[in-house]
C-alpha cells in the first residue's frame, strides 16, 4: 500500500495519527477479549484521525514504559485502556509517570471527585482506592462518568480504564478535545473471483493513483470463492475515479460486483 | 504483576514466549475484527509459550521491519500473520527478507506445490499468484493444506496467511515444531464485591506469593457489580496454596465466592 502520510498544504488534509495501547495480561492470555481497540478504530476514524498502530502488552512497567515513549513520539495521539484500578495489578500510572520521567501523587481534584463519591455511595475510601487518584504530575483529568476514577492526559497520551463501558464514556468525554485531520474514506467492491485474478489490474490501478489505498480481501464463504476490494483515500475525487476505473474494466470483462460497506 | 520471566533450574520450568504481528489496515481501520491473536493466545497456552505482545501493524514494510526485529530480539517465537497474498498489497516476504537482510526469490518447492495446484484446479498460474512463491532466502515452507500458498518459517519467525480458516490450518500443521516450556496454569476465583474492597487482601497474597501473577478484573453486569480474580502461575502448588488461602480469607468474612473459568 501507498503510504500516505505526506506533508500536506490543504490543513483540511492535514494527516492526523494515533496509536492505542491495551495494558492488561488478561488480553494477552486470551481469558479476555478486547473490544477497546475495534471501538476506538472506528471512532477515531469518524474524527478524523487515522489508527496507525496497536499493541497489548503485559502488565510490567518497563513494557509500558517502553510502549508509551516508541508510539508518543511517533503518532499525534496514544490512547491506553486498562490498569488504572485499586489493586496491585494496577501499574499504569506509575507506568506513565516513569515513562515521562515525572512524580505521581495523589492528585487534589481526583481526591475530591472521588472522596465525594465514596461519601454519596456510602462505602468506604480505603488507601486501595486513593490509589486511583494517584495522577503523574503536569497531567490533566479525563471524567469517568461511569465509576468516578478518572483516567487523564499527559502531554498526547490519554490513559483511560480497560472496562469497556468505562473507556467508551472516557473516550467520549474526551471525544471533543481532539483534533483530527483529514477523513480517510472507504469504499469497497465485491468481486466473485479469486483474489489472483484480479492483482495485476488492481496493481497497475494502484500504481496509477498513489494516493488511493487498494487493499485485496478474500473471502471463502461455503465453497464460495470471492474477493473485497477496498479503496481508502482522503482524496475524494481520487477514490471515486479510481473505484469508478475498475468497476468499468470489470464490467466490461463480465465481471459479477457489488459494492458493500 | 510480578514478573514470571526467571531462570529456572527445571527444564520443565523453562518460560517460552511468543509475539504475535497481526499485519493488515484492514484491521486498523476497523472493518475486519482480528481472529488470529486470541486463537493463538489460547493454542499457545495450550502448548506451554505465552503470548507476552500483540502488535496491529500497516502494511507498511518500514513497519514491519521494524515490529519483526524488535519482537525476534526479545522473544522465543513470532508469529505474523497477513500479507502473503498475490495482491501489490501482499508485501509482508519482502519485509521479512528486508528484516533480516536477505534476497528473496521464487522458492522451487513453493514454485511446484503452486504449479500443481493451480494445473489441478484449471486456474491459471499468473505472475500475481507466482508472488506467493517469493520466500526470503534460507526459510523454510509452512505447510497451507487450504489455499495451497505456504507461508514460511526464517529462525523463529513464522509467517502466516491473514485468513483465519488459513492461519489456523498452518498453525496446526506447524504446532509439533513448537518447544514449548511451562505451561502457565489458572484459576478464577469470582466474588460479589467490587474490587476495592478485596485489594489490600489481593496486595498483600500478592508480595508472599511472587511466583503467582494475581488479577483483579471488575465487572458490572446488570446493576451487579463484582470482581473476577485471577491467579496464573507455572508452579502448581502455590497456585492452589495461595487460592485457597484468598478463598478461606473470604469465607470467613462472608463473601460469596464462586470458582469459575
Known amino acids: 500500500m501507498s503510504d500516505l502520510q505526506k506533508p500536506e498544504k490543504n490543513p483540511e488534509m492535514k494527516i492526523v495519527t494515533a496509536a492505542v495501547i491495551v495494558i492488561g495480561d488478561e488480553i494477552l492470555s486470551g481469558r479476555t477479549k478486547d473490544k477497546n481497540m475495534l471501538y476506538m478504530a472506528e471512532r477515531l476514524n469518524e474524527i478524523g484521525v487515522q489508527l496507525r498502530e496497536a499493541r497489548i502488552i503485559p502488565d510490567v512497567e518497563a513494557e509500558i514504559v517502553d510502549a508509551v515513549n516508541a508510539c508518543r513520539k511517533k503518532y499525534d495521539y496514544v490512547f491506553t485502556t486498562g490498569g488504572i484500578g485499586p489493586t496491585h495489578d494496577d501499574i499504569t500510572a506509575n507506568a506513565i509517570a516513569a515513562a515521562f520521567n515525572v512524580g505521581i501523587d495523589h492528585h487534589p481534584e481526583a481526591m475530591d471527585i472521588l472522596t465525594r ?18 495522577i503523574p504530575d503536569g497531567a490533566s483529568l479525563v471524567d469517568n462518568p461511569v465509576s468516578k476514577a478518572p483516567g487523564f492526559q499527559i502531554e498526547n497520551v490519554i490513559v483511560m480504564a480497560g472496562v469497556p463501558i468505562i473507556m467508551q ?8 478535545q481532539i483534533h483530527g485531520g483529514a477523513k480517510m474514506l472507504s469504499r ?57 476505473e475498475l468497476s468499468d474494466q470489470l464490467k466490461k470483462e463480465g465481471v459479477e460486483l457489488a459494492e458493500t460497506t
Do not use: C, W
Request: glycine share 10%.
Open 117 to 134: 463519591h465514596y461519601q454519596t455511595s456510602g462505602i468506604e475510601f480505603n488507601d486501595a482506592r486513593k490509589r486511583m487518584a494517584r
Open 188 to 244: 469497497t467492491l465485491g468481486v466473485n473471483m479469486p483474489e489472483g485474478k484480479v492483482a495485476a489490474q488492481l496493481g497497475a490501478l494502484q500504481e496509477k493513483y498513489p494516493n488511493v489505498s487498494m487493499g485485496s480481501y478474500p473471502y471463502f464463504k461455503q465453497g464460495d470463492v470471492g474477493t473485497n476490494l477496498v479503496f481508502r483515500s482522503i482524496d475524494e475525487g481520487d477514490l471515486n475515479r479510481s473505484f469508478q
Open 169 to 176: 464514556a472516557m473516550f467520549e468525554g474526551f471525544a471533543d
